[in-house]
């Protein structure tokens, strides 16, 4: 069966290789990234026509993933220099620069270099005194007090005060706020629910000191999230306009200028110029609080998944993200070394189970849903072969997902928990007790009420393996007798994507997602019955309770919040709004002359201190 899998993927991979050498005009030689599609990725040969060597000369795919975590390259680095780092993406940055307003992970990467937390992290991804501000917990472990430091300036020179601390919190509260940050850490802020239904203007649980330099928030109930999900990322209210006197509509803010070509943070650079979509100069920030960084500038430029290696081989980019399904190649350029750790990240497929109400600012599951039935939603999770997908297509830098939290969080990660590995006889079993059967004749199951069953399927596009993966799972569903299409017969690409599934086009049914989820292993952001983020839109009392319990005062037991961690585990593995797919190894390419860079967690990625040695 492993075998007729890979077959199945090297085919895919090999029709889409000749259909990008016959679009781009280029022979054999000039597209050696096509042409490295048709191989075996756990070979070192090419396939045979046959495939019939593959038993005789395949490696271990997951051999050799010990990876180091910081560059080896312990030069004294030159006075100034430029960096250039490329961001990986087949789609432009939206360009919406700021913390409380962006959605997508390019637009995270672009504020990565001048935006800046006012707390540092561990490696644990809990926060410490060692950063622009420092804190202090209660006894009771309600509220916290939040100092700022004195030599801590916006880059236009202004101070930075606790109130543009308050300010993030009065947008992301604020009624008219749209976007996707009420999460629980906000509205367990004390009187943050009066204030995000319009029945005062202030919060009652924030208190700013009169010489502006510290902040106090006041939770309504303890929680352990504390240390990992506190909102620390401040607002420049003098320099985006102030919304709370009507200076500037939230609407108007989200589209502003000041936030969309003219950001400005404290972080060790500053935004020279934005091309919009495109690239970003950085230049130094002599005012940083850490003191001079040791770059002169950073020139941050959008490059293409199928264009990197090159760039990186070629020297025009020094540090960028690698697609893990061109790993065999990065491996043979020489001015660059590999970093990798597992990512914060999963990918997932997920089932369209309702709507958001975006009155009543919740999520609402419909019970006639064409995927309402969990047996059916667990049968197309018994039917997905992701083994074969991240061993022979990710050279095992991708691996089975199990459950929706990631292996990083291991106190919280529960590896016990029996979930749905591939196996289409017990796919077909579930189908035909949920009554989803054959009637005509034709290969593809009907519903339970006999009509024909077609399932709409949105994925996105990027990269040379984004066709082939959807079409492998849309065949492994197949192969257990139900028929899926791609939306619109294509992929779409990553920002319309998300319009279509945050907007729930009711023409999607199932969709290929994924999640990068932050420090704060809570869930309840993802897939609370308020989560914005919940595009499945599955609710349940019992979902509702564990997520709670999970960030609850009880849950300052770390044992206590192991075991809800490990019920609500349970309880997404047998309803299944989600089926993970992939965990996944972040790898990181970065020049042989880059120093002082490391991924490893709690290094906050140290841009003040990186450096070039040429």
């Given at each position: ?18 259909f ?9 030689k ?93 490696g ?39 109130s ?59 929680t ?27 609407e ?27 690239s970003?100069?950085y ?12 770059l ?55 089932f ?33 072969d ?5 061993k022979?297509?990710y ?89 899926v ?6 992929l ?25 989820v ?32 999970i ?62 040695t040429?």
């Amino acid at each position: 069966m492993a075998k007729k899998q890979f077959m199945l993927l090297a085919s895919l991979l090999l029709v889409l290789s000749v259909f990008l050498a016959a679009c781009t005009g280029k022979d054999e030689k000039d597209g050696a990234g096509e042409k490295d599609t048709s191989k075996d990725p756990g070979k070192d040969t090419e396939q045979t026509e046959d495939g019939e060597d593959a038993e005789e000369v395949e490696e271990d795919p997951n051999a050799g993933l010990d990876f180091p975590l910081t560059v080896t390259n312990t030069g004294d680095p030159i006075e100034g220099g430029e960096l250039n780092f490329g961001l990986v993406s087949d789609t432009p940055f939206e360009g919406t620069l700021s913390p409380v307003f962006y959605s997508g992970a390019p637009d995270a990467d672009v504020m990565s270099f001048f935006n800046e937390s006012l707390f540092a992290y561990d490696g644990d991804y809990l926060i410490t005194n060692d950063g622009a501000a420092t804190y202090e917990v209660s006894d009771d472990n309600k509220s916290i007090t939040i100092k700022i430091g004195d030599n801590v300036n916006w880059h236009d020179g202004e101070p930075v005060k606790a109130s543009d601390l308050l300010y993030s919190y009065q947008l992301l509260g604020h009624p008219d706020y749209t976007g996707t940050r009420y999460t629980f850490m906000i509205s367990n802020v004390e009187g943050m629910p009066a204030y995000h239904n319009g029945e005062t203007t202030e919060i009652s649980g924030i208190e700013v000191s009169e010489d502006d330099k510290t902040i106090t928030i006041t939770y309504t109930e303890a929680t352990p999230s504390l240390l990992s999900g506190i909102w620390a990322n401040a607002t420049p209210r003098h320099h985006v306009g102030d919304v709370m006197t009507g200076e500037v509509t939230m609407e108007e803010l989200a589209a502003s200028e000041k936030i969309r070509t003219s950001p400005i943070g404290f972080g060790p650079f500053k935004v020279a110029k934005i091309v919009p979509g495109e690239s970003v100069l950085y230049e130094r920030n002599d005012d940083y609080w850490r003191g001079k960084p040791q770059l002169d500038s950073i020139v941050l430029k959008v490059v293409s998944s199928a264009s990197v290696l090159e760039a990186l081989k070629k020297g025009d980019i020094d540090l960028s993200s690698v697609p893990v399904d061109q790993y065999l190649n990065a491996k043979e350029i020489d001015n660059i070394e590999l970093l990798a750790k597992v990512d914060l990240a999963y990918t997932y497929i997920g089932f369209k189970l309702g709507k958001w109400d975006a009155e009543k600012k919740e999520n609402i599951t419909d019970p006639n849903a064409r995927l309402a039935d969990k047996r059916v939603r667990q049968a197309m999770w018994y039917a997905m072969d992701n083994e074969t997908i991240g061993k022979e297509l990710y050279h095992g830098l991708r691996f089975p997902g199990t459950t929706l939290i990631v292996p990083v969080f291991a106190s919280f990660h529960d590896a016990s928990i029996e979930t749905p590995t591939y196996d289409p006889e017990k796919a077909k079993a579930l189908l035909d007790e949920a009554g989803f059967v054959d009637v005509d004749g034709d290969g593809f199951r009907e519903d339970a009420d006999g009509n024909e069953l077609v399932l709409n399927f949105a994925s996105m596009s990027g990269g040379e393996t984004a066709e082939p993966i959807a079409q492998f799972y849309m065949q492994n569903w197949a192969d257990v007798g139900i028929k899926v299409q791609l939306l619109d017969g294509r992929l779409h690409e990553f920002n319309s994507f998300y319009d279509q599934v945050e907007a729930d086009d009711p023409k999607i049914d199932i969709y290929q997602g994924a999640w990068g989820v932050g420090s704060d292993p809570d869930p309840s952001g993802l897939y609370g019955r308020t989560a914005a983020f919940n595009y499945t839109r599955y609710t349940s009392e019992k979902n509702d309770e564990l997520l709670a319990a999970i960030s609850g005062e009880q849950s300052l037991d770390t044992d206590f919040r192991a075991g809800k961690f490990k019920e609500w585990q349970e309880l997404m593995v047998d309803e299944v709004p989600v089926a993970p797919t992939v965990f996944r190894y972040a790898l990181t390419a970065a020049n042989k002359r880059l120093t002082n860079y490391s991924i490893e967690p709690g290094t906050d990625l140290r841009l003040w201190q990186w450096g070039v040695t040429e």
